[in-house]
Structure formats: C-alpha cells, structure tokens
C-alpha cells in the first residue's frame, strides 16, 4: 500500500481558499487517491476521490498531476466549519479494498 | 437510522476485563471495517469484513482481540483481558463492497474505550 505524507498543521482564514497537497510517491497504477475530514468526536467522513487530472464536487476539487506522485485537495472560500483533520489516502477499489490513514493535516481557520 | 450504528458510545473498564463493541452498518453494505484511534492520530486498521467473513484480519494487534460478523451484518469487536493501552476510540465503517465498492466508507462516531 503506498504512504502518504502531508503537512501535519494549517492556518488559515475564513473566506480564503486553502490547498493541502498530500506526496505519494509509490502509488500503484490501480490506486485511487481518496481525501477524508474529520471534526471532533466523529468519524472520518469521505470529501472527494479521484484517479488523475482533475475532480470538482460541490465541496472540494482534487488536483492530480500527470505522473500522480502527489495531489492537492483545494477547498474554496473555508469557514470556521471547516476546522477539521484532513487525511489523504490511497488504494485500490476492489474486493479486497481497505483504508490505511495517516496522521493526517490539521486545519485551523481563524476568524 | 440511515448512517453506522455503533454502542456503546462510551464504555470504562477495568483493567483484566472483557469488552464487546458492536457495529451496526448501513442496510445493503457488505463490507464492514473497524479501526481504532489514539489522541492525535489518524484511524488504524483492525480488521475487514466482506458478507460473514473477515477478509483481512491483518491489522488485530494481538490475540486478545477478536471480531464476528455472524449474519453478514452486525459485527461486535471483542477484546479479551483488557490492558490500559487498548484505550482509544474504536470506529467501524461499512461501504457497498465488492464489485459495488466505489471506495466511500461510511464511519460511525466511534465508541470510546477506557480502560482504568
């Protein structure tokens, strides 16, 4: 299973757009590259999946470059709301799928 | 309800005894997961499910630990003669499976283990 690494802590302020780029040097070619958040007292919650190039939802974009040794999760116009930990994951999506989290980035959104 | 079930939400314990947490997934879900996490860390893999069998227990740090999946559905995580170090949240997670996996696991909110 490919490691990941990220940065462990942000800051930033509301209204501005943050990136948190996550490094997987060893990803395999039949890996995704999954970003979860968690706040508090919660379990992870899954944000956006994508295998190369670009994928947009209604909560975040994900940037993949061509050789897909790293990816960036965009998040536009942050709140408060969005303090949370945020995990960069990869692996394959068949039978035998299963998650390995890192420690993950810590973002902080100050007022 | 709609999302992952998990009971107790908080459980403490002595020292020597023996605990069950139980998972009760999103209806449909053939997979199921649990995860354990330390303050400060990210989720650590304990084990997973596809239907009644564990497909890969890899991730049970030691013999005390043991999970069930009887019907293909509930799960209950055991751990015998509990010790101060098994403290940490324990969450379970369950996602479509198969050849349905899309790769979204869907987590509880954790049942908090102490052990005192």
């Known amino acids: 299973l490919a490691k990941t690494t990220q940065p462990i802590s942000m800051d930033s302020y509301e209204g501005q757009e943050v990136n948190i780029t996550c490094s997987h040097n060893n990803i395999a070619t039949n890996d995704y590259i999954t970003w979860y958040q968690q706040f508090p007292s919660q379990g992870p919650r899954f944000i956006i999946q994508?295998?190369?190039t670009k994928v947009t939802n209604e909560v975040a974009s994900l940037f993949i470059p061509a050789d897909r040794k790293s990816s960036t999760l965009s998040l536009p116009r942050v709140s408060l709301s969005d303090t949370a930990v945020y995990y960069c994951?990869?692996?394959?999506?068949?039978?035998?799928?299963?998650?390995?989290f890192g420690s993950g980035t810590r973002l902080l959104v100050r007022p | 309800g709609a999302g992952v079930s998990q009971t107790p939400s908080n459980k403490v314990t002595e020292k020597g005894k023996y605990v069950e947490l139980r998972c009760d997934p999103i209806?449909?879900?053939?997979?199921l997961y649990w995860y354990r996490q330390s303050l400060g860390q990210g989720p650590e893999f304990l084990i997973y499910f596809q239907g009644t069998g564990a497909a890969d227990d890899s991730g049970l740090p030691n013999d005390r630990f043991f999970a069930v999946r009887p019907e293909g559905s509930v799960s209950t995580l055991k751990i015998q003669r509990t010790e101060r170090g098994d403290s940490a949240v324990y969450l379970c997670?369950?996602?479509?499976?198969?050849?349905?996996?899309?790769?979204?696991?869907?987590f509880g909110e954790g049942s908090r283990l102490t052990v005192l």
């Open positions: 209806s449909g879900h053939t997979a």
């Open positions: 994951l990869v692996g394959m999506m068949d039978s035998s799928y299963k998650l390995i």
């Open positions: 994508g295998y190369k």
């Open positions: 997670a369950s996602s479509l499976g198969g050849q349905a996996n899309t790769g979204e696991l869907f």
